[in-house]
Structure formats: structure tokens, C-alpha cells
């Protein structure tokens, strides 16, 4: 029996509507929500990027604003702006938009964004906590694919996960979040010898690597859970120009219990929980100043 779809943005919509409400009701209180995103210079997609999350983020009820820095910036200019919007209290979120331009240094730029603004979850602080299993604001993509494993219904204390893909954003985050679940984890990596042999035990698989039908049937344990964290452009035979992950998704399906469709599984939810970081870092921060004062 195929495997059941994961409909990642009906489940988006769910959270989209439960993040909608908090936000209003902080509002209603005169504590709005506001995010503010860092644009360095005009990187290919960028500015398309940054209307859709503004569109996101008005759909839900939070203030989003923007501020294009221009690509001659340097980093300590970058550095000076992220200060700057961790001292206003009318910002409750940040974020900043990769790729940077050569030269700086993404890693120590997301060091400085205090971490309860921190809406991405990408300050090491923020990794910190996750480890030592006080999670305060955790990557989106690893968030995302939790809830998706969780919208099964599998029980995840004591499964056997596999995670392949050890990127610092994606999957190392995600082995992290699974461990704090009580799943015994596998971490796969390009050093890992005789994949499929790590995989094949595997009730639930996480695959976030970036190489495109990396995974086939062959690679799978009959009734897993498989998510697809790759988003991968490729060309049909056709010519035409078509979004896949890294998991192929038809002879898989036929395989496993549950499996995310690329595009609609955790693309959509990554979005849902990047608004609903931008509450929780709201909500953080307001609290941080009622206990201030």
C-alpha cells in the first residue's frame, strides 16, 4: 500500500491559524509582534524572498519591516545594525538574509543577534540550548520536521531515526531535536560508510543533503516515516525545469508508511514555523522586560 502523503501545507495552515490568534491577542494587549529582516545588497531571489515573507507575515498579523543595507556594507556596518535593532524594543524579532556578500562572516554575524530575538533559531546560543535540552527558540527546519514526523501519529520516544545530511542548519539541528524526543539517533554524513546500511533501519528518516533521488527504495525500511528536508532545481527530459528532493519520491512511496512530497511538505511548515518563532520570540522578550522592570 502507497505511502500516506504528508500534507505539509494543510498542516501549515493549522499552526498559521493557532499563531494568528496568539499574535492578536498580544496585540489586543499593546505588546505587538514585530520582525525585522537584514537585506545585504540585492543577492539573486532576495528582494522575491523578502516580499513572500512579508506576505506571510501579514496573513498572521505581525509587523514586518525590512532594511536593505547596500552590498558595500561591511561587516562591521552589518554588525552595527543587528546591535542596534537588539536595543529597540519595538522589534521583537530579527533575522538576516543569507547569502551575504563575499567576505563576511555569516556565522559571527548571527552570533550577535540576541538570542530571544532570534527567530531562525541560528545563534549558537540558541543550538546551545537545544543540546542541552532547554530549547528557547530552535532552528525552523528541524521545528518543521518534528511536527511533521508528530502529524503521523508514530511514536517517536524510542525509534530508531536515522538523519542524513550533517549541515548546521538542517541536520544536525534535526538529530538534535529527535535525540531531546528520545529517538536513538544516527547521524549520516559524507564520511559515513555503506549508507543504505544505516538507513534500512531506520522507522523514521530524515534526509537533508541537497543531492537529488539520493535515496531510493533500496535505501528505505518497509513502513517508515520518510521526510524530505532537499529541495533540488533539475531539468526533465523535456527541458522544462522542475522542483525534487532528495528522495525518490515514486518507488519510495511505495514503500514507506509516510513520506513528504517536495514541493509541499516541509517548505511550507519551515515558513509556519518561522512566524511562530516570531511570536515565541515576542512573547520572550515582553516577559524579559515585565521581569526587568
Known sequence: MPARIIDGAALAAVINDQTKSRVAELTR???PVQLTAVLVGLPPGGELYAQRQAEACAKVGIDYHLLNLPADAGQADVAETIQKLNHDPSVTGIMLHLPLP???DATELQYTIDPVKDVEGVNPANIGYVVYGHTLIA????????ELIKSTGVTIRGAEAVVVGASEIAGKPIALLLT???ATVTL???ATKDLPAHTRRADILVVAVGKPNLITADHVRGGS???DVGINRVTAPDGTKKTVGDVAFDPVREKTA???PVPGGVGPMTV???LRNTLRSAELGYSRQKDLY
Open 29 to 31: 494587549r499593546g505588546r
Open 272 to 274: 509556519a514555523m518561522l
Open 102 to 104: 563575499a567576505g563576511m
Open 180 to 182: 531531546e524526543q528520545m
Open 139 to 146: 532552528p525552523c527546519t528541524a521545528l518543521a520536521v518534528i
Open 225 to 227: 516515516v520518510v521526510i
Open 188 to 190: 549520516c554524513h559524507i
Open 258 to 260: 509516510h513520506l513528504t
